[in-house]
């Protein structure tokens, strides 16, 4: 990687986000580590789109599938989740799978040496010296950026993808949200000019948190919060809307909304994140995508859901062609071979592979 | 895969076995989904026993090796193991690796989306979105079979293999089992006109009740089913036996049975499935496969167990050449190789590489 | 593999370590089994760490790293760790898939068969029967040298790694810690006649017991025990090492130390060994390594630890050229590399490529 300083980590955790973003990419729009959404420019995130609908191109053939494995079959990626999480993991270790890159996996960190009272940190810089990318998932909010920081620090710097840390950060669902709604408009001029309506946990769900700040690099994009008052959306995200000229709505009134909206993104209640003892009795049934909602969405609309749902979509829903989030997951994966493959410096080898496929 | 209507599922569900059979399989002999052992018919068997031993034939040099993996090796694979099981599991996962499919996999629920109240139904359905194949293990009856029918109705119906669901099927050790009774007999006749003596708890061993189903498909096949009056096998199979005309015989007197089979089927008592506080004091030591028991198998008998094994046959017994266990375990492997061949519509590469090889 | 007898298990644990070496290695110098420390003598450990730096140095280009997978592509291990360790399986894991054995894992027995009453060994030995490698971790001291012998008996003898078991033995991490001795004294006349400190918990570290036995094969080696009392080496050791003609002296002046070695080893409190209720309140602040003991450190010493540590090493000290932990790391996954590629009669293939490279 580059000549670059990284300063001493009370001093870079003081930075800003941009400042940060800096530390964490190449001038040539390389990432060394993927840790916060705000750290992706528009111009990053069209190459990324582009790359990734250009892989799944390419993969529809087994010539296809068989150069994609082959352009990361000389390296292995540790996939470090010390929290639960299937979804995530699977997409990422599928991701890598389809690159060729080995994947090798904690995700019980008690059979680990923390066991034996050894520091977090520690334990993933030793296991960092046997892979070539670490995909971590973690707990505890700022974790993946403190390894990034550390591992800038040693003559072996792998790269760090922040698969999720704390109730803050989860960049890659930010990418596959913002991958979702630029396939879906592509053909009908953009992302830029639609409204997006946000639905359900606005307070804690942190996928909305991240798109909703991602958006802002879209032109003319108008947001509806749509929520029960005890769960809208946190001031912070509003304060940088502002700052950013988006216009938004904050609402509970959801069947106006569902009219109106381009792409309704719904949430559910996270209640994992709750207090023991504290009791939130909130009435979300309002909050709910019912059949009965099919027949005044839009045409052209289409209905997104991080997963996984409980009862915020019905069943009977996922029929309909505008139910996107089955979609969705499966443009995780491929956002996420993107991802890799822009970190590796691999993308030229796409659109090489690429220009000669629909030459 | 060619056209076909799925029905909704409460009428899918009241078919019976060989209507659901039909949905599940091409009219020339490829499966969609391996879901329950009575799908499979003679031909069916006859072509899968061959093709697992031309493909471990293939496998004897690095060559073959090499091309068994290319197969499949643009392809990946879940398992989903909801239920303990490192034998089947291990068993898979080779199979898997031996054809080139990329295994990952899923083996504690508890580390799922489930947690956060999300449908089993849904878990499946988002992880099926990142692979080619599901191989899986649930502990509700029938689950397989519904994840089959849920994928059948969306755009992306990856195949299903059940690799045990509920206490009732288990279809790839039914497939294990002919194939190690095939093997055996394949230079002296094959199964037709053997007897076989199913020995222990009958009542609860899936493994018997299908394998014992399966065998009304090869005609002149005695059974006898050895065991104390209160684990005897269920009379749902006994009269799918009479129908079929098979000679059957219930006993508990085993010395007996031992020196008259060609091949005996050792089973454990299958006390998971007693319910809590339930005592079965029942005396199995006279249903166990002692040394002494040697001298009076037939020379030319195979001694067969589904594993694992507690007492009921005596280690010392292990080194015998008719003692089959553990050869059945690779024989499981190889059989799986051979369904996933089949899935695949990989066979006419094995058989053309086998053609070149022994030409 | 050669012909060889094995004896009958009683006969085959009363043997002496050299009798059992016999057993599982050939007389070329290729190892059936890699059970324990002492089955290695000096020319196998030199040539391993030969083969060990040549492969690294292969691994430096993607075509270096393709030619090593292409090694052992055709073959698969399992890793059964039936006790917690991470740091150890993902150097295996990563280790298989440098040489591109395909790795099967069984991290966690509560899921195995042996919940439903199977023997370990029937256990293991089922498992065997899908893999061509098996590598172990298990509670129970000798249990890997139990498996090995039981195959030895079989008609598929898979090779076993013995991963740590019990107290006494982890064979690879002595081979490692020998292997990161020569790598930083190779320029410098090699291992022979340095002074090397053992520093901490010398009476249940394994790593210490096994690493003292190898280096008796270094002729001029001196060895500085450093540890309270209550917790020095074992007799045992001692013994060997008089036996040996190695100098060695005990002490728990660790200052007076720190300046006199070539290499010092740092190891932690073992109190997992600790049996329930005892308190061991020993002072072990003495023997942790500072950044003050940087400036008393010889210039061209080095300071080792096999991790995990907790307070025995300074985190302010890692950044040091001295520190050698990190590397001891990478070291380790190096190693069993080699191993593995002895194991498998690989290494003239690694001698071959590598002659090329340095024509």
């Avoid at 920081?149 to 930010?174: F, M, Y």
Wanted: a neutral charge; one cysteine or more; charged letters at 25%.
């Amino acid at each position: 990687m580059e000549d670059r300083v990284m300063p001493p980590w009370e001093e870079f955790k003081a930075l800003g986000p941009s400042e940060k973003a800096r530390l964490f990419q190449s001038g040539d729009g390389r990432v060394y580590h993927a840790l916060f959404a705000q750290q992706f420019g528009r111009a990053f995130l069209d190459a990324l789109c582009e790359t990734a609908t250009r892989t799944r191109r390419i993969a529809k053939t087994k010539g296809g599938r068989m150069f994609l494995q082959s352009l990361l079959q000389d390296r292995r990626a540790m996939l470090y989740f010390a929290q639960p999480s299937t979804r995530t993991f699977l997409s990422f270790y599928a991701a890598c799978q389809i690159v060729g890159l080995h994947p090798a996996e904690v995700r019980d960190t008690s059979t680990s040496s923390e066991l034996k009272g050894e520091s977090p940190e520690d334990s993933v810089r030793t296991f960092s010296s046997y892979f070539d990318l670490i995909i971590m998932r973690h707990p505890e909010g700022g974790f993946a950026e403190k390894i990034a920081w550390l591992l800038s620090n040693t003559e072996r710097e792998v790269p760090v993808i922040n698969a999720g840390s704390g109730k803050d950060q989860h960049p890659t669902q930010a990418l596959l949200d913002v991958y979702t709604l630029q396939r879906s408009f592509e053909a009908r001029g953009g992302i830029e000019g639609r409204t997006i309506a946000f639905v359900g946990d606005l307070l804690r769900g942190r996928t909305v948190r991240s798109l909703a700040q991602v958006l802002t690099l879209y032109p003319g994009v108008r947001m509806r919060f749509v929520a029960p008052p005890s769960l809208q959306i946190g001031q912070d995200i509003l304060a940088q809307l502002s700052a950013a000229g988006v216009e938004f709505e904050l609402t509970d009134d959801f069947n106006r909304v569902v009219g109106e909206a381009d792409a309704i993104y719904m949430t559910r209640i996270q209640d994992e994140w709750d207090k023991p003892g504290e009791s939130r009795p909130v009435d979300i049934s309002r909050f709910c995508f019912t059949p009965a909602h099919l027949k005044v969405l839009r045409p052209e609309a289409i209905l997104m859901h991080p997963l996984p749902r409980r009862h915020e979509i019905a069943v009977e829903v996922d029929s309909d062609p505008r139910a996107m989030y089955w979609r969705q997951a499966r443009n995780g994966m491929w956002i996420r071979v993107a991802l890799i493959l822009n970190i590796f410096a691999k993308e030229s080898e796409i659109h090489q592979y690429y220009a000669d496929l629909v030459r």
